[in-house]
Structure formats: C-alpha cells, structure tokens
C-alpha cells in the first residue's frame, strides 16, 4: 500500500474563480464553456492551413488577360470556313507568325523576369525540379506558349474568332491581331484553300476576307482570378484538413472500441498514487497474529476537514471526484454529500454533486422534487443540463439528482455519454463530486477512470484492512490513478462510540 501521507503535507496551487464566474447558471454556462473550446480546437488548425495556402495562392497565381480579333470571308463555301479554322490552329501557321511579328522573345517569357520567381520560392524551400534532360529553345517555348493560350473558333456567318489569353494584356492583343493579319495576307494571296493529310494547301484563286475586329488590351483578368483562386484554395484546405482532422480524431479515440461509438477524451496514461489514509490506524496493518488492536475513537468533523482539505489542496487534480466503496453501503452517498457541502462552503468555489448510484436512498432528498430530471434523464437525452442541475436543499452546491427512470446504477456507468457529461461539468465546476457505486468490477468503470479523477475509497469502521486493499487494487486494476481511502464514520446517537478493529 506504500507510505502514508497527511493531508496537511500536500500542496497545490489552485486559482479560486471570480465572483461572477460562480453567478453563472450551470447550464447556460456549460454550453457556452464547451461549445467554446471545441470550435477552438477544431477550427484552429484547418484555418491556420487555409490561410497559408491561399496566401501562397495568391503569390503563385497569375492573371490572365484575354484578347480577341475576327475576320470575315466569303462562307459561301462552308469548307473553306472550316480549313480557315484548321490553318490558323496548326503549329506551322504558329511558326509563321511568330517568325513574322518577331514574337519569340515575348512568347518565350510572357511574365517577363518574375517569371523565375515560383522556381526560386521552391528552391528556398529545399525542393527542385528534376532538370529537363536538354535545355527548351526559345522558339519551342514560344510554341509552347502559344498552344496554351490560343483558341480559334468558327463564329458563324462567315465569321473566325481568334483569342489568345496570356499574364500579359499588351502581348495578348499583339498575338491575336498576328494571327488575324498573317491570315488575311494569306487568304489574298492564295485564296480559298483545303488541308490535304501531309498538311499542304491548295489554292485556286483569290476571295474577298477583312479583319473585323482588332485586338485590344484587355483591362480585366479572365475568371478565375488570382483572388478567385485563392479563395478556393483556402476554402479547400479548410475543408480537407477539418476533414483529415475529424478522420483521425475518429480513428484515434475508437480504437477498440465499434464504429459509431462516442469518443473518449484523449488522457495520458496516469501514474498510479497512493493518497491518504484517512480515518485509518496504524495499526489496521498488523499482523492477525499479534494481539488485539485497541480501539480508538473516530471524529466525523475531523475526518469530513481533512477529507475536504486533500481535495482543495489537489486543486485541478481534483475538479473531477469520484466517491466510491468496497460494498455497496449508504456511508458513500453520505460522503459524497458531506464533502460536496464542505467544498461549497467558500463562497468562490462552484460544486456540484452528480448522483450516479441511483440505488443510494440519501441522495433522493438533494433535490426539493424528488421527480425532478437528473442524471438518468441527461443520459438518456430527455433532459439539458439546465432541466437537470438543481439547487441543494443543504448547501450552496449544485445538484444532478437520480432522475427517472433506471434504477440499475451498472449500466448508468456503462453509459457512452457519460464521460462526455462529466467533462463538460468539469469545464464549469471547481469540484464536480460524483456519488458512483462499487467500481472495482463495474463494467464500463474504465471509461469513468480515463478522465483522471481524484478517487475517494469509503470504507467502513470495523471492516478488514484486507477488503480494503482489494478494493483498491480492483479500482487500480480498472485505471483509477489517484486513491484515497477514508475510513468515514456512520451518523450514530448520542453518547455511543464507533470502532474500528
């Protein structure tokens, strides 16, 4: 059982909350406090993601600006309207213009020496790109330029749309006016003309064409903009890390248990620690063998102060206690209760007490309706936090009484939604003292033990030291990390003396 430690040797630093903290309505509060941290906790990361990546959208993502020009032929011969297009898409008409206009140099680069900037930004961040196995000619990437932003459509009526987007709107309208110009120069040449497969043309006399409409600047980039983009990006990588997210917070808090199931609150594996022996005597470990322990006198006062002191010494340790038993026995209800109203005796502190063995009669007199919600209501879904928390008649602590309905306080413990509750008490309240019963082999205790609570083992006067160590190792064996026992004495009528053995 190790070394046993008083009460008054244990130090905690506890920050008591303000005066209008412990005005708040517990139900009121508890959504607000919970509903607070989990949007911090599950925005925070995908936003931060999100901002970053639009952010680097809009410095990779460049505008681009669309001109168009038109020329009208003769569309009497509807396949001469049809070649048109076909010549002015070929890569040796392409050829042709850029050679013409003096192109090469604009087409090759068309943003000009940014355009070395993204290549540089990856280079800073320790990545290249694998090199080209030769290095591109100024012409082929002039080429390359044109086929991306090229496009020649037949508008009707005899009528060859020709637009060419680009970053840069001066070379956008130069472009496609080249085209509309290189191919009227060669309409008047050659005339009406067909491809034949090896991409030769054939001309038999000349036909009337003009250019309708020239190219200008355009003064707006073509949809999506650098800003559309950006949003996009960002409103993306918000909704697939939250997703990514969401997937591994599912796959981590369910593990062994069934898909579907609430999560647990992710807790760190807890050091076991044995606390105080309170109420005990030395001698409770003797050896059977030795003679007789004497008797000694219990103080109920004494016990319940030093009780309540281990607990507000513990400070954040101890905003979740659980009070517990060997046997199923009223002295835990009567523990539980005692200790909830010593804690709310300071005037800043905010208790309450959640009454999970539904079986225990003293805890059906917290409440002034004894048909009031309470717990069993909460876990089934039938009541909210402010329908079930209710004044107690004796002190300033909240109350969660019984409730309606179960009288089995085994499967209450097994509940998937109670772990849940308890957390979101435990983000209101100073103290939340649980009356639970018998956990040591309770099923679903486990779930109560992963949210690292201060565990009150009762015992009573006069029972073995040996059922109370295997009480103990029961509770340790289901995860209970901090445990103190206290020897708490039954209310008895005036002048009797209890004893333990």
Known sequence: MGTMMDPNDISVNTVAPSPDEANVEPGDAIRTAGTLRHLRRLLFGPAIAALLVAGATSQIATPRYTAQARVWSDHRSFAAGRDGVQVLSSREFARQVIESHNLAARLANPLGEPANALSGAVSLAGFAAPPEPMPASREALALRTIERGLSVRDAGNGQIAVDFASPDPRLSADVANAFARNYLELRETRGPFSMDPNGATAAPSPAPVRIIASAVPSTSARWPTPLISSLATGIGTFLLVLGFQALARRRASTGGQEIGAVPMPEMAPQTMQHLPWIGAATGDYADETESPRPFRRFSRERELADLSRLVELRGEAARLVIVTGATADEGIARCAISLGRSLSGAAERRVVIVCLDVAAEPLDALAADPRAPGLTDLLFGVASFSDAIHRENGSRCHVIPPGRGAREASGLVASDRLPLILTALKQTYDHVVVAA?????????????????????????????????????????????????????????????????
Do not use: K, N, W, Y
Not at 440 to 466: C, K, N, S, Y
Not at 467 to 481: E, H, I, P, R, W
Not at 486 to 493: G, K, S
């Open 437 to 501: 019963p018998p956990l040591g082999r309770t099923e679903g205790a486990e779930r109560i033990a992963a949210l690292d609570p201060t565990t009150i083992l009762v015992t009573h006067p006069g029972a073995m030291a040996t059922d109370a160590v295997q009480a103990f190792d029961a509770l340790a064996a289901q995860g209970f990390g901090d445990i103190a026992m206290v020897t708490f004495t039954p209310e008895t009528e005036a002048g009797s003396l209890p004893r333990a053995a």
